[in-house]
């Protein structure tokens, strides 16, 4: 058996949702390019689960199905209310969108007309919940969604409470756009892998969301302000990363498994980061981010991924750092469910093997003479 360490290489599924070729990333055919300027997020999650963009008449179906299912169920919003104030919002996520299952009595019905059912009502809900987290753990009370609102919309006012300026639903709805899909990640690949047992849509998707959340994928967003943060500066960008790489840190936001010559979603989070910190009269952390981009490509020649201007994006956008992989969750939700009806649809379950490098030829010990 040879071993190809973090399945580097490894092509472990056909999938028609989303490909990277070449460096350049489609969704069902079409560029994220094309999407990012000129699609609305409703659609690209249509696109997903359907494999072609809406006719207008499914776009309004879908807004109203969205708009109808946002609500959460009692319980729910009990159980969030119950939540230990000082916990992770995506540990919160997890154990809530684990929680949902108990809530619907169909949970366990994995025919595709249900599925679509619990995608649809799972992309609805969630950004309904990590609204309602962060303003729970801000001792405010959570804000209702409006039907009527387009789901971008909709987060950005049940997050602050208020009307949401248009700036800030354009650039949510692209980063939401952004993030959707992406092959197979390895959060993806946890709901592949959970799906192919035949286990519920629910289990599926908590074991995506606990795997997104690590520093090494999602993760890295959160880690990325966290890091701009500490510098604090632009003059001391050279001094701590220098340092870093000098102790062989890993920088969050740069580097990726499968992009060599640059994730193409960074440049779209760069021209968004640039635009918001000229609308906020703030260039400090587009500016601190930039020359990190500068210093990493030339010192490591890694580039930036998709994460690394998001954080900065993000935060001019008034976010705060522990919402940004939640964020992340919200638009993944999309791909992720995509993924799930796509591996129910033409199952195996997923077992591969290891190689065994353990000792070899014991014996069982009596406790009384190890
Ligand atoms: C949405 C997403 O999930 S995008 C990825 C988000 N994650 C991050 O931004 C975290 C930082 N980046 C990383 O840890 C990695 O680049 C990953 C996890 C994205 C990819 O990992 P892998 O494909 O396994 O690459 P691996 O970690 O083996 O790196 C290869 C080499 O580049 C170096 N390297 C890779 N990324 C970085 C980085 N961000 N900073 C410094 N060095 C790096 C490694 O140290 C290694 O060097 P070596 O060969 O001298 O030991
Ligand atoms: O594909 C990956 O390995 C990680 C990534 O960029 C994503 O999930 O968007």
Not at 22 to 47: C, H, Q
Not at 132 to 155: C, H, I, Q, T, W
Not at 314 to 322: A, D, F, M, S, V
Not at 325 to 339: C, D, L, N, Q, V
């Amino acid at each position: 058996m040879s071993v190809a360490k973090g399945l580097e290489g490894v092509v472990a599924l056909t999938s028609q949702i989303s490909s990277i070729v070449d460096g350049v990333l489609t969704y069902r055919g079409i560029n994220i390019d094309e999407l990012a300027e000129k699609a609305s997020f409703e659609e690209v999650m249509f696109l997903l689960w359907n494999g072609r963009l809406p006719k207008q008449d499914e776009m309004d179906q879908l807004k109203e199905q969205l708009g109808s299912q946002a609500q959460l169920p009692e319980g729910i919003l009990k159980h969030l209310k119950d939540y230990p104030r000082d916990i992770h919002p995506m540990a919160a996520l997890r154990t809530a969108v684990s929680s949902l299952a108990m809530f619907d009595p169909e949970a366990d019905d994995n025919s595709q007309e249900v599925n679509r059912r619990k995608a649809i009502s799972l992309v609805a809900k969630v950004p309904t919940i990590v609204a309602a987290l962060y303003r729970l753990n801000k001792g405010m009370d959570p804000v209702e969604p409006k039907s009527d609102y387009g789901y971008a919309k909709n987060f950005v006012y049940m997050l602050h409470g208020k009307e949401p300026e248009e700036t800030e639903v354009t650039a949510i709805d692209k980063a939401l756009i952004l993030h959707a899909d992406h092959e197979l990640n390895a959060s993806t690949f946890a709901a592949r892998v959970s799906t192919a047992t035949l286990t519920d849509m629910y289990s599926a998707i908590t074991a995506a969301i606990g795997t997104l959340k690590g520093p090494l994928h999602g993760g890295a967003n959160e880690r990325v302000m966290l890091m701009l943060e500490e510098i604090g500066s632009l003059d001391r960008v050279e001094e701590v990363i220098k340092q870093k790489l000098e102790n062989k840190e890993k920088i969050m936001g740069f580097g990726h498994r499968v992009y060599k010559d640059g994730d193409p979603r960074a440049k779209h989070l760069r021209e968004m980061s640039r635009q918001l910190a000229e609308l906020n009269g703030d260039q400090k952390w587009y500016q601190m981010s930039v020359k990190i981009n500068e210093l990493v490509e030339e010192t490591k020649g890694l580039k930036p991924n998709v994460d690394f201007y998001s954080a900065s994006t993000y935060h001019y956008l008034g976010i705060p750092r522990n919402l940004f992989t939640p964020i992340f969750a919200i638009s993944r939700m999309s791909g992720w469910t995509a993924h799930v009806l796509e591996q129910y649809s033409d199952n195996r379950l997923i077992r591969p093997r290891a190689e065994y490098t353990g000792p070899v030829n014991q014996s069982y010990i009596p406790v009384e003479n190890r």
